[in-house]
């Protein structure tokens, strides 16, 4: 009796698990309608922070350049004008708009956007994460869902051209993992949140408090999500996935910002689902598989052919998926995609084991409640 349950218990995990991947699969391949495009460029206002010379690229920089000539009002934002992004921008488009000034409040990230945000004058506010490659066709599409009955759009960033093995696990999280939930998540109603380019109406904006609807929680993105549904509007991800170039990356800098995620996420409302994500992965289903097959009396032949078949299967969903978004998933991305899993309970216990959450040198959570209300942004042009 007890080896009989605990055969259904390991094969019921198991298949609990594999439905979760091929339903998020399924659910984030299948495309939204992207609504009817109702923006040009010059309706646009687009806050890009920058802090440091890798965030001023050059494929970043001249997608901004191009923008403003197309009619955007573009809005770079630097907390010092010492910063390395002033001179990298500079050198590659001289007379670039760029705002210089810092706030004091417990987020980095807003104490250098908040000034683009109070500048900001155009119909429609984007605020983009550094790096991602929008052309003036791509940001009028991911837009087409903003009305008056949706207030936020979140587009979100997929990783591309991997220059390292470290950049194809960035990739990994980013685009088989984060993107393939929040998406699903989203096709099935839940109000998600993520980086990537945020879009919202310029009166939208300034109903949640401009900059204050970004700092009530930890995570900006959360944040302006909560602050957009308590008017009574809709938020959704946008119909498009915008491009990163990921080029090479180093490991440890990977490593922490997946740390930092998972713990901003735990100090959110949405933990559960966080703490449940490595339970359902592919390690944990694998080990249970195997323990039911086990039980039910197979032998080590079974076991491994089931522990392929497993693995295969496993990445046969996310290759599904990322095929349909027009993402290329060869034998280094399902390697990454393995790696990813397997030390998904290692992230999880490291996650856990800490409460620091570094953002470029600063530690985000350390004060971020008492801090969350600081009023002292000054800024400038250089």
């Given at each position: ?86 001179a990298a921008t500079r ?178 409302p949405v933990w559960p ?20 097959l086990a039980a039910a ?86």
């Amino acid at each position: 009796m007890e080896s009989g349950l605990l055969s259904c218990i390991g094969l019921g995990w198991w298949a609990t698990a594999s439905m979760v991947q091929w339903a998020s699969a399924a659910l984030a391949r299948a495309p939204r309608p992207e609504g009817t495009v109702q923006h040009r460029p010059a309706d646009f206002s687009i806050v890009a922070p920058m802090k440091g010379t890798a965030d001023a690229s050059a494929a970043y920089v001249g997608a901004l350049r191009e923008l403003a000539r197309q009619g955007a009002e573009v809005l770079i934002c630097v907390s010092h004008a010492d910063d390395g992004a002033v001179a990298a921008t500079r050198a590659l488009w001289h007379d670039a708009p760029i705002l210089v000034g810092s706030d004091t409040t417990f987020n980095p990230k807003m104490n250098n956007v908040r000034k683009g945000l109070e500048a900001a004058c155009r119909p429609v506010v984007a605020l983009c994460d550094a790096g991602i490659i929008l052309d003036a066709g791509t940001l009028c599409r991911a837009a087409a869902p903003l009305s008056d009955t949706v207030g936020l759009v979140l587009a979100l960033k997929a990783g591309e051209a991997p220059g390292n093995f470290a950049a194809d696990l960035e990739g990994a999280y980013i685009n088989g993992h984060q993107a393939r939930f929040l998406i699903a998540a989203d096709r099935l109603g839940i109000a998600v949140a993520s980086g990537g380019v945020t879009l919202m109406a310029h009166e939208t904006l300034q109903r949640i408090g401009n900059w204050r609807g970004f700092n009530r929680w930890i995570a900006d993105d959360y944040s302006v999500t909560r602050s957009v549904r308590e008017l009574g509007l809709q938020t959704r991800l946008g119909g498009v996935m915008l491009r990163l170039p990921l080029g090479r990356r180093d490991w440890p800098v990977v490593w922490s910002r997946q740390v930092r995620w998972a713990r901003t996420r735990l100090r959110l409302p949405v933990w559960p689902l966080v703490v449940w994500e490595p339970a359902i992965g592919w390690a944990a289903s694998a080990v249970a598989g195997s323990v039911g097959l086990a039980a039910a009396g197979f032998g080590s032949e079974v076991l491994l052919a089931g522990l392929i078949l497993h693995t295969v299967a496993w990445l046969a969903a996310e290759a599904w998926f990322l095929t349909g978004q027009g993402l290329a998933f060869g034998p280094r991305a399902a390697s990454a995609a393995i790696v990813r899993e397997a030390l998904a309970p290692v992230l999880m216990l490291r996650a856990l084991s800490g409460r620091r959450i570094d953002w470029r040198g600063t530690d985000l959570g350390g004060q971020w409640r008492g801090d969350s209300r600081g009023d002292s942004s000054q800024g400038t042009s250089v």
